[in-house]
């Protein structure tokens, strides 16, 4: 049996059909246009991006729109400007776009101040000859683009997200302290694009950049194959290119669910810590329509969004045990 078939069955069992048929819709190519992105918080920026599509608005258009709304979100504590602050008590945002067609992609990162990085994010790739961003020219950038800022070193600006900082920050991940939206478009024509945002580690260093704004770490988009994204602890995902594995995966046939275990396995089994430690979460599309995801834990949860349905589904989840005692896989 391989270990992504009992994986199935754990989970299968553990929830009862809901699991088989998820199993079985996803293998099956669903109606497009089909979006997923990561965590629950992810659904009302897939239900943007669909309705940005039914208004005509272009692939991009959907992934920026989805993505801001759930930067607009300040309940979020992880995502946009009301998420949380690092050491300093300043937060510092990642965020990145790419486009399937023309493989283009722009990214930003430690950018502070600014309410929508994902609109910088995009600009960056369509309005310079660059990929990426950082701290303060992303800003000075930002703001000359006319995206919406607020001025840190503001009154309003500590009255309004400082204070709201100022409730304890979590330092566990995932569960409190999780993460990024990454969220995945394949539009009725076949294209792909995603996005990614989140104000990463609650109480890093200053300066510090997590997987999200990294191209290939935190998301990869492949237009002839499929798009990955990844929430979680981003060392771990940046140090493997972990988002570009999972489309490897699925460019060699896999399906996306089997190519989300498939990544985590391969990490696991050459990481000196223990697969629970990584808290490594990836969500997955492929051309044909199937989309999956899986996490090392249980509690990974990912919205799915089609003209059908939209709905948070559960994602597999493996464990150390799946590594076999040499460390190679069980398969
Ligand atoms: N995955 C988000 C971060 O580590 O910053």
């Given amino acids: 049996m391989t270990h992504t ?16 048929s998820l199993r079985a819709d996803s293998n099956s190519p669903m109606s497009k246009p089909l979006i997923v992105s990561t965590w629950p918080f992810g659904k009302p920026g897939n239900d943007k991006a669909l309705e940005t599509l039914n208004n005509k608005g272009s692939l991009l258009d959907a992934v920026e729109q989805g993505i801001r709304l759930v930067e607009s979100d300040e309940k979020n504590r992880s995502v946009g400007i009301s998420g949380l602050p690092n050491a300093a008590g300043v937060v510092q945002q990642d965020s990145c776009i790419m486009s399937g067609p023309g493989h283009d992609a722009g990214s930003v990162a430690a950018i502070e101040g600014i309410l929508h990085p994902i609109s910088a994010a995009r600009r960056v790739m369509e309005k310079t000859p660059h990929v990426m961003l950082v701290g ?5 950038f930002a703001i000359k683009e006319g995206l919406e800022s607020v001025e840190v070193n503001s009154r309003e600006f500590h009255e309004k ?15 409190d302290n999780h993460d990024t939206v990454a969220l995945l478009v394949l539009d009725a024509e076949g294209n792909i694009a995603g996005g990614c945002s989140t104000s990463g580690w609650g109480g890093k260093l200053p300066g510090r950049v997590g997987d999200s704004p990294i191209i290939g770490s935190g998301l990869y988009v492949d237009n002839e194959v499929g798009a990955a994204g990844a929430t979680g602890l981003g060392e771990n995902m940046m140090r493997y290119c972990a988002s570009f594995m999972v489309v490897e995966y699925m460019r060699q046939g896999l399906h996306p669910e089997e190519a989300c275990l498939k990544t985590i396995e391969r990490i696991a089994a050459t990481d000196p810590k223990s697969a629970e430690d990584l808290h490594l979460n990836f969500v997955a599309l492929d051309k044909k329509g199937r989309f999956g995801a899986a996490g090392t834990g249980s509690g990974f949860q990912y919205s799915v969004t089609t003209p059908d349905s939209s709905r948070v589904l559960t994602g597999a ?6 590594i076999g ?5 069980t398969k």
């Fill in 317 to 322: 989840n493996f464990t150390d045990k799946d």
């Fill in 136 to 140: 303060d020219g992303a800003r000075h």
């Fill in 161 to 175: 997200w400082h204070k709201k900082q100022a409730e304890p920050a979590p330092t566990k991940l995932p569960k």
């Fill in 5 to 20: 078939r009992r994986h199935f069955l754990t989970t299968g069992l553990a929830l009862g059909t809901t699991i088989h």
């Fill in 325 to 329: 005692p040499e460390g190679g896989n």
